[in-house]
């Protein structure tokens, strides 16, 4: 019998989403009335639920409803997946970050996501590959300190972490945001992500003030320990009709020290196209990648290297390999806290092959937090193997890495792991809370967490043995010399979101 998929809810990409589930043997179902009334849930193996702008809380609502009438036992144990289209970015982070109620943790397997997530994994930061000798570093220049912009710019500081910040901790990637109220802005801004900001660089430019620098930030703890963070920031009050943000981008096109990329994120995609044929003809010369919100159609690009985002109407992967990949890094993860912590021998042991029935178990019963966290690894793995020499083409011909290269890639990943719970709001310790955790590590190191103060938020060469008296370097070091592993059972998996 095939399977069978409910489109419940008005859907932009329905047409989109049929296709890809009729490609795949399902029968599709669609009901535009967001009610779960006179629906026999156990009838389906798949759900997508999405509802109009402001109306996320009628989706999270049916969820309760919908766990207490699917019988898992009539589905022989298998939950049911449900794709989840939100809105709202606060809404979606509260989800990927905390539990539903027991019922729905049980029985179903939820998906959230919003557009924005799904736009932003068209924008590739390196595309030239960043290795431990590239002198040059990110750029990305965000014109707009919208919703749209700040998710552009909340997705960049997840994923754009690189070798040679370990060898030069100059080489930060830089986040310029420009706006014509880019200080009054960035306060709420700041204020949303503070405990990130507190332990960032970053200033307030007016290019019209005699001083333009009208505020520099540094680390709460810069000059007591190692920099870690390596994601500077800038906000600069202008637009890009002015003559000093021209000239900067004209220079920074130029600049053989930065791999640029611009992004128009204005909610008004016909200002996006009128600022995107004023910006300076350096940016078409060096072909620096440009991206463009608009909820137009346009099908050719009036600039080379341009790039147009703001579609509803398809990007969805169904299979979502995002997904897919990250049950291979949690697998990974847990198969190295039992065979390098529980069963420590004095010789770092690696897993050889994934056992899927395994992965799925473990997934199953794993939290939303740590869900998000392998999900913000799996995306950075095409990044990290490209900083190595390995490109996606040439995933399923490699078995091993170098083991210095599995070594830069494990401070690597440190680095993109502090971002993400600075991200979710944790913070590091005090001297003196860290002190006092030394003191009974096995006690007060998840007391303090529970706290969202987390003892390993420091730099790589920093982390102290944790509970088991073992270095928490390991689970780096493990992950990364199986990253091979993960890329060649992940072969073909492309695109997709969580």
């Not at 989706?59 to 809105?87: E, F, S």
């Not at 736009?119 to 300190?145: C, K, M």
């Not at 290019?207 to 540094?218: G, I, Y």
């Not at 004209?250 to 996006?272: C, F, H, M, P, S």
Request: proline fraction near 3%; include cysteine; hydrophobic fraction near 35%.
């Amino acid at each position: 019998m095939a399977q069978k998929v409910l489109l419940l809810g008005k859907n932009p990409m329905a047409d989109d989403l049929v296709r890809q589930y009729e490609a795949k043997g399902f029968a599709v179902e669609k009901e535009s009335d967001l009610s779960t009334e006179g629906i026999a849930i156990n009838d389906y193996d798949e759900l997508f639920l999405s509802a109009e702008p402001g109306e996320d809380h009628r989706l999270i609502a049916l969820l309760p409803a919908l766990a207490k009438d699917y019988d898992i036992q009539m589905h022989h144990g298998k939950r049911l997946t449900c794709h989840l289209l939100l809105h709202d970015s606060s809404v979606l982070q509260r989800l990927q970050t905390s539990d539903p109620c027991d019922e729905v943790r049980q029985k179903i397997d939820v998906y959230p996501f919003t557009l924005y997530e799904l736009w932003n994994q068209a924008i590739v930061l390196d595309y030239e590959p960043i290795t431990i000798q590239s002198e040059r570093h990110v750029h990305l220049v965000i014109f707009g300190l919208t919703e749209i912009g700040e998710r552009v710019a909340i997705h960049a500081a997840n994923v754009a972490h690189y070798p040679n910040y370990i060898r030069d901790h100059s080489l930060r990637t830089r986040i310029t945001i420009i706006d014509n109220d880019a200080i009054q802005k960035s306060k709420q801004f700041v204020s949303r992500y503070q405990t990130l900001f507190d332990n960032s660089y970053y200033r307030m430019v007016n290019p019209l003030e005699e001083k333009a620098v009208v505020s520099f930030h540094r680390p709460m703890y810069e000059g007591r320990r190692e920099d870690f963070v390596d994601v500077e920031w800038e906000f600069v009050e202008a637009d890009c009709w002015s003559s000093a943000v021209r000239d900067k981008l004209a220079l920074w096109a130029e600049d053989k020290t930065q791999l640029l990329t611009i992004v128009l994120a204005d909610k008004d995609g016909e200002r996006n196209i009128a600022e995107a044929v004023y910006l300076p003809d350096e940016l078409t010369k060096h072909a620096t990648p440009i991206y463009l919100y608009t909820r137009q159609n346009i099908k050719s690009a009036f600039r080379q290297s341009i790039h147009f985002f703001g579609m509803d109407n398809g990007g969805y992967d169904i299979c979502q390999p995002l997904v897919s990949m990250a049950k291979k890094v949690n697998y990974i993860y847990e198969r190295c806290y039992h065979d390098n912590i529980e069963r420590w021998n004095g010789v770092l042991r690696h897993t050889v092959e994934i056992d899927y029935g395994e992965a799925e178990r473990l997934w199953a019963d794993l939290p939303n937090v740590r869900r998000m966290s392998s999900i913000c690894n799996a995306m950075t793995i095409p990044s990290k193997m490209r900083s190595v020499g390995i490109a996606e083409t040439e995933w399923d011909k490699f078995y091993d890495i170098a083991e210095h290269d599995i070594e830069i890639l494990s401070q690597v990943e440190h680095n993109r792991w502090c971002m993400e719970k600075l991200i979710i709001g944790f913070r590091p310790c005090t001297d003196d809370e860290q002190d006092a955790i030394a003191s009974d590590v096995k006690t007060l190191k998840e007391l303090y967490k529970a706290r969202k103060i987390h003892y390993d938020l420091c730099a790589y060469h920093e982390l102290r043995p944790d509970g088991t008296g073992k270095s928490v370097q390991i689970y780096d070091a493990c992950l990364c010399s199986c990253l091979p592993l993960i890329a060649k059972e992940s072969s073909g998996e492309k695109g997709g979101l969580a």
